[in-house]
């Protein structure tokens, strides 16, 4: 009798994992790993490595981040960006690659030597349910579309070949499985798979490839966060300075794009100081005003690709999950003006949100104009990062993946 019962087990569970739409997770902004390999002519310090051979991490190594060696590091991933030409590019020398496309490594975790540790989790907890409790296989109906987030500038994701990397993972997981693909994408990853969808994919092929979009926490109107924390720094998880971060933020085309913008934010201040108040419309200015020309010029080229794009529908059935639950930034304070100096910063106004994304994002896929797929919105009660261990989430993920017959 129980080795029947072990044997039926055995069978459904063989049936239900054949059965599963594949997922594709596309992760959010410093949320895939990457590596470098280097043949630098220059360093800040002699005793910065020069040389290295064999792709190997570099977001992110705790010990790259000892106060003797973050120079090094920072010299590494800063990205260059050419106000002339519009054109991103790494420090001479440097080639980085995000990690392990494709798979999980990348996502997990920042640091494989401490995968759950609070400070270097990434999709951990989410990936664990979907294997575990699912049944979903990495490779076979789990894929992960890491990317050098540092280079995902939107208006640059067609010809820099992202988005050509994401049409083969998904063609290999649907020739995998025989079935169509659900895209995952949480926080930054829901605008970059909402903009795939919306300006990459023609209609056909969205038909027979892909099964539906899930976003978690997507920003689909921006967060102030990402203006504060690349025109005033911020402090972080890891240990980077406020300046260091601020520095590589300002040069990255993903933050501008993580910045407020569209109709929900109209007249908002974003950023307020004792001379003048700054509304997403005026951020070309706050930049200029902050000494960034870089992001003053990077903003000139992403708002308006990004407000073209922004409104128009997936074309894919489509579940949004998001949470109203925490207090959320909406407006700074700066005393010192938008070159921040050194006093205080002090958030002034907040919205209900999920604590890095306030509901005037969240919930700007109302913006969308009509598709005649579902698009399914899902309340839940947790945050912007403690949704990949939510149950909630979880279960709200059960129920789109394998809904109940
Ligand atoms: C900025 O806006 C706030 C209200 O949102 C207003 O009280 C303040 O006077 C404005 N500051 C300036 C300098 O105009
Ligand atoms: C989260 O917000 C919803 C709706 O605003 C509310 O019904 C729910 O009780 C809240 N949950 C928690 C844990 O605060």
Redesign the pocket.
Known sequence: MRKCVALWLFLSLVASSAALNPILLVPGLTCSVLETKMHKTSVPHAYCEKHIKDWSRIWLSLPELAPDLVDCFVDTVTVHYDINTNNYHNTKGVEIQAADFGGMGGLYSLDPAFPLKAETILYGHLIDFLEKKLGYVERETLFGATYDWRMAAPDQLETNGMFAKLDSLVEEAYTKTGLPVYLMGHSMGAPFAHMYLTTHTPEAWKQKYIAGLITLGGPFGGASDATEYSLCGTKWRIPISMENMKAIMRHMGSVAWMMPRGPAFEGIPIVSTPQRNYTAADLQQLYTDGASPEMAAILSHVQPFVAETSFLPPGVPTYIVY???QTTSLTFFEPEGPTCGKGPTSMIATR?GDGTVPDLSLLSFKYWKTQPQPVVPI?V?TDHVAMLSDPEVHEAIRNIVMPKQ
Do not use: A, G
Request: charged share 0%.
């Open positions: 949470s109203l639950n209900p309340q009660s």
